[in-house]
């Protein structure tokens, strides 16, 4: 008989509904659906197929579609039952003495125009509203159980890092070279899918380019882009060989029990131009400074604005973040079990940094004929400043 894992403690479980039943209070909703599965694994323990209800008040409902006997074993809820059809959730809800919802929290920003209408036809009583904000600012805050699981993935990341000396070599293809250091990542325990809330985009492992190829754009909401292997993907890795004297761009992501470390580091076989050295030493300056100054109580906005000024400052005005006129206008994001959670240091956001909060900080420049330099870590708010969960070196690392 298949043993299935139950990772979530019951505490941590416990907390995070409660915290949540809060939230629901607080805007007067009196249940929510949940149904994307990195929202699911975080309140029920499980990413089998199905539907949560938690309500304002009283126990969760998990109902499971496929497959009822694991999510059973994962999810360490009391109530866990099995359902075929969502038209059965008004029933089932029935059963278990909750009443039908006035209010239905939904989380809008990710389900389908289709789904919303078939939910409206499932509960003609209800009012139907946008739960995903709530959600979203609670996991924006890692409690003690997240940050401790984030640690160990940066420490995986780490390891891949170390690891780059031993594999690369000149006149490899940056998709080659990539399959090796995916091999070890995986060797190591990373789960290979990367959860993106955003819709439509999709990432694999990450970004490995050299040279001028990293700095080739694409539609991927990052400051690099690269070839990838063919126009249905166009990021990431292709066949430009790698070659002495420029950067190599490991930009990766790695995941750990369902938490990621977002990492990069620029290694080189030779020695960099000048301009390059410079412009790495920049970045470093203004990552030390965030880590300084971005404290609880610090808005992300101004963060974002005054990381803007330094590069101007600096004299990369036309290439930090990007080249060109579709340069991205953030500088760091969250990250937890999604690459792009709460919060965003980017332009025109208010939300204010609150302790346990993780962020990917990724200040770069990008030079079109040349390549990409910079810097990017998982760091931790705390009352001190930004602390550094990935603390592999981050000067150039020449071969």
């Known amino acids: 008989m298949t043993q299935y894992n139950r990772s979530m403690p019951e505490f941590e479980q416990q907390a995070r509904i409660s915290a949540f039943q809060q939230r629901l209070e607080n805007r007067r909703v009196d249940g929510a659906l949940i149904l994307q599965k990195a929202d699911m694994f975080y309140y029920s323990g499980t990413a089998q197929q199905g539907w949560l209800y938690i309500p304002a008040e009283g126990k969760p409902l998990l109902m499971v579609f496929k497959d009822f006997d694991r999510a059973g074993a994962e999810s360490g809820l009391e109530q866990v039952i099995s359902l075929v059809s969502p038209r059965d959730i008004p029933n089932a809800l029935a059963e278990f003495g909750c009443k039908a919802p006035k209010i239905l929290g939904l989380e809008l920003d990710v389900i389908s125009a289709n789904q919303y209408l078939l939910f409206q036809k499932i509960f003609p009583g209800s009012k139907l509203m946008d739960i995903s904000l709530e959600i979203r600012l609670q996991r924006a805050v890692k409690s ?79 400051p690099t882009g690269g070839l990838g292997v063919n126009p249905s993907i166009a990021q990431g890795p292709g066949f430009n060989i790698i070659r002495r004297n420029e950067p190599v761009l490991v930009d990766y992501v790695f995941v750990l029990n369902g938490y990621t470390s977002d990492h990069t580091r620029i290694f080189c076989m030779g020695k960099l131009p000048d301009d390059l050295l410079r412009a790495h030493e920049a970045m470093l300056e203004i990552q030390e400074r965030v880590k300084r100054e971005a404290l609880p109580g610090s808005i992300t906005g101004d963060i974002y604005q005054m990381m803007m000024s330094e590069a101007e400052t600096r004299g990369y005005k036309d290439t930090f973040m990007g080249a060109g006129d579709r340069r991205i206008r953030f500088t760091g994001h969250g990250i937890g079990l999604e690459l792009d959670e709460f919060p965003f240091i980017a332009q025109g956001q208010t939300l204010i940094l609150e302790k346990g909060m993780v962020i990917a900080l990724e200040p770069k420049v990008v030079m079109p004929g040349k390549g990409v330099v910079g810097i990017e870590n998982t760091l931790l708010v705390t009352d001190q400043g930004l602390e550094s969960l990935t603390v592999y070196d981050d000067e150039i690392t020449l071969l």
């Open 144 to 222: 003690r159980y997240e940050i401790a699981l984030m640690r160990e993935s940066s420490r995986m990341a780490d390891k891949v890092a170390a690891k780059v000396p031993e594999l690369l070599r000149e006149g490899q293809t940056e998709i080659e070279f990539a399959g090796l250091l995916e091999a070890y990542a995986r060797s190591l325990g990373h789960q290979g899918l990367i959860r993106m809330r955003m819709w439509d985009n999709d990432l694999f492992y990450g970004h490995i380019m050299a040279g001028p190829g990293a700095a080739v754009p694409s539609s991927f909401a990052s």
